[in-house]
């Protein structure tokens, strides 16, 4: 990327800019990126939480694999010490997922999976699920739903008029695959053996999809590991024999430098600042019930908060182009261009396939301090599974994959590294922008695998003097991290 970009004519363009300042609006970064941390960690939450928790889909999983091993031809015989430990598995995050957070929804299919396994602490959990209920309605609405699982797992004979009542309820409480199973729970205890067989064979055969699907993204991912090891290790190996002069930068006045390394800043702290407001404001604005509330549901819902993202990166976005405009600079500073398209096409492949195994590694040593530290839920993941139309899921599919790349390569690659590598040099640059992206998502056990991803993206800017390479492997991540939440969401 270039940086000797000089002012065109203008008292603006050719003024010094004034010392003390960049350090005031570092100071301001870092106070933003504590609030937002601030506001992650305390993880506000409705009374009953999302439908499904980031812990809960792996809980779900897990869950799956038991009932496949168990009862799917196609896994071969029954294997059961392989069976129980994907079912303690399962049983083990479901009490992680409920613990400490009033969520009636991963009760239930805690449950329903207690009850599945024979285990004795089920008759505790329908009586918290009783005790869940922190407002009028909602305390009688659960604590008929209690009396409902403590008549079918732990009373005695259920009428006909029992299963009718019950089998609505259960169809009407957004189980997902527990509705299969806690439907042949009801129709076994009521000796309907037919209908429970049903209920099993229709378990079974989304069980096994499911693990088989998951399998299939789980081999993809690896292949596509091996296959960025390779070009991370002709990378690292092509940069040791050519030497550091590869990095050297073109010659830069000290002044320019300064200039573009604090209009960058102050333009990436107002789009942060831009960023949060609208956020913030924004729901309130479009639908002011839902304010602090998180009620509005379905298609509004991710229709908001997809407006929300866009305004907010639009606003940023005019805010940029005039900066850049006042100072006399173009595009290309923050690399919004491409010489060899394709050729930035197929970088922005092979870098993102070269991050997988550095991703994995950082993923494996967050998920062994998971145990110990708290990280909140990326509020991407209830929104998506809570989505209960094509169309719905097509949005946060193209805002994911199309303009999250888009914003976030062009203000924390092309404004933010390009602000640090201009004061303190590109190894500043890569690791500054890289901590401030991950600062932003879900900390601390997101820390590791998203500022991995930063420095690869940052890298690849540096390569190529452009955003686009960037913008695919971004793309790619969160087309695979998508991939993935649709088969663990089943």
Do not use: C
């Amino acid at each position: 990327m270039e940086l000797n970009h000089r002012p065109a004519d203008g008292p603006e363009r050719e003024r010094e800019y004034p010392k003390g300042r960049f350090f005031v609006f570092l100071a301001l970064l870092v106070l933003i990126l504590a609030f937002i941390i601030a506001a992650q960690r305390l993880d506000v939450r409705a009374v009953e939480g999302p439908a499904i928790s980031e812990i809960a889909l792996q809980a779900s999983i897990a869950a799956k694999a038991a009932y496949a091993y168990r009862h799917a031809e196609l896994l071969g015989p029954a294997r059961e010490v392989q069976a129980r430990q994907f079912e303690d598995l399962a049983l083990l995050q479901y009490k992680r997922a409920v613990k400490g957070a009033a969520n009636a929804n991963d009760r239930r299919r805690l449950i329903i999976l207690q009850y599945e396994a024979g285990r004795p602490d089920l008759r505790q959990n329908i009586s918290a699920l009783e005790k869940g209920g922190r407002r009028g309605a909602e305390r009688v609405r659960l604590a008929r739903e209690a009396a409902m699982w403590r008549h079918i797992y732990l009373g005695g004979k259920l009428t006909r008029d029992d299963v009718d009542v019950y089998e609505q309820r259960i169809r009407k409480s957004d189980l997902g695959w527990y509705e299969h199973l806690a439907l042949n729970h009801l129709y076994g205890r009521a000796g309907l053996r037919h209908q429970a067989r049903e209920q099993q064979t229709l378990a079974t055969r989304a069980a096994t999809a499911n693990v088989l699907s998951l399998a299939g993204v789980i081999i993809a991912i690896i292949v596509l590991g091996m296959f960025g090891l390779g070009l991370l290790a002709r990378y690292v190996g092509t940069k040791h024999r050519r030497g550091s002069e590869v990095y050297l930068e073109p010659e830069v006045e000290p002044a320019a430098r300064e200039r573009i390394a604090g209009y960058l800043l102050e333009t990436f702290v107002v789009y942060l600042g831009i960023v949060i407001g609208v956020q913030l404001l924004g729901p309130v604005v479009v639908h002011p019930g839902v304010a602090g509330t998180g009620k509005l549901s379905s298609t509004p819902q991710v229709l908001v908060t997809a407006g929300v993202y866009i305004t907010g990166g639009l606003l940023a976005l005019a805010y940029l182009a005039a900066r850049l405009k006042s100072a006399g600079w173009s595009w290309h500073l923050v690399g919004l261009r491409s010489r060899q398209p394709w050729t930035d096409i197929a970088w922005g492949i092979g870098g993102y396939a070269a991050a997988v195994p550095l991703i994995l590694t950082a993923a494996v040593l967050s998920k062994l301090l998971s145990q110990y530290v708290r990280t909140p839920e990326n509020p991407v993941i209830p929104l998506f599974v809570e989505s209960e139309t094509l169309f719905e899921r097509l949005v946060l599919l193209a805002l994911a994959v199309v303009i999250a790349p888009f914003f976030e390569e062009l203000f924390f690659r092309g404004v933010l590294y390009t602000s640090f590598r201009a004061k303190w040099g590109i190894a500043a640059g890569v690791v500054g922008s890289a901590l401030a992206f991950a600062g932003v998502h879900p900390l601390p056990l997101g820390l590791l695998p998203i500022f991995v991803l930063g420095a690869v993206f940052a890298v690849l800017l540096r390569e190529r003097s452009s955003l686009l390479p960037g913008m695919i492997a971004h793309s790619m991540n969160n087309a695979v991290a998508f991939a993935l939440l649709f088969v663990l969401a089943g």
